[in-house]
Structure formats: C-alpha cells, structure tokens
C-alpha cells in the first residue's frame, strides 16, 4: 500500500489546486470570514464581516469585470456575476453574495486544475 501522501503529491490534480496557493487562500480567509460573520449577533459588525469577506473573495472577478466592459465585452462571466452578486449584496442578502462568489471561485480553482 502506497504512502498516501506520497500519493498526494504525486496527484496532478492535488499538485495544481496548491499551486496557486494566493486563490486557495482567499477561499479560506473568505470561508473563515463567512463563519465569523454567522456567528455575529445582528449588527455593523455583522455586514462589515459579511463585505469583508465579498471583498476578499470577489475582488479578482470584480476588477475583471470593469477591465473587461473597457475592453468591450460586456456579458462575460465575470460580469453577470458581478451584476448577480451585487444585487444580492444591494437586497441585502450578505450571505447569498458572498457563497456566490465563493462558489465561483472554488469552481474557478477545480476549472484550472482540471485545465492544467
């Protein structure tokens, strides 16, 4: 029986969801966010937690989103998600914007991995 992790890092497809380690870690740092944010009773603190974590999580997809509508292309992924996500964020459903994008991300890194 193999070591398994060995057989970890031998895997291609663990090797590449670790190696951008910058995504892996704004996916964590946002889950992180997200519990802290359930956990708070309602208040401020409650929403700043909750766009703390939108804006970790969702900050590449945003600043894509604009670069892409100068560029001309307007319905890419990056903006329907923004549109969708910032009218969560505008109905004031925190939590939905920021699972969302979350989600997004996540299948962004498998979407790569599987890729590379």
Same mark, same amino acid.
């Given at each position: ?7 970890? &890092?031998? @895997? $291609? +497809? %663990? ?11 704004? +996916? ?6 997200? %519990?802290? #944010?359930?956990? =708070? $009773? /309602?208040? $401020? =603190?409650?929403?700043? /937690? *909750? !766009?703390? #974590?939108?804006?970790? %999580?969702?900050? $590449? ?7 892409? +509508?100068? /560029?001309?292309? =307007? *319905?890419?992924? @990056? ?12 109905? &004031? &459903?925190?939590?939905?914007? !920021? #699972?969302?994008?979350? *989600?997004?991300? %996540?299948?962004?890194? *498998?979407?790569? /991995?599987? +890729?590379?």
């Amino acid at each position: 029986m193999k070591n398994s992790l060995a057989t970890r &890092q031998n @895997n $291609p +497809i %663990i090797r590449s969801l670790f190696k951008d380690k910058r995504r892996v870690t704004m +996916i964590m740092v946002t889950i992180l966010l997200m %519990i802290i #944010a359930v956990l =708070l $009773p /309602a208040s $401020p =603190l409650k929403i700043a /937690a *909750f !766009v703390l #974590a939108y804006l970790v %999580i969702g900050h $590449p997809v945003l600043f894509d989103s604009v670069k892409n +509508i100068g /560029a001309g292309e =307007l *319905f890419d992924e @990056n903006f329907l998600m923004t549109v969708a996500t910032v009218g969560a964020l505008l109905l &004031q &459903q925190y939590p939905e914007a !920021v #699972a969302v994008m979350l *989600f997004f991300e %996540i299948g962004e890194l *498998f979407e790569d /991995a599987a +890729i590379s």
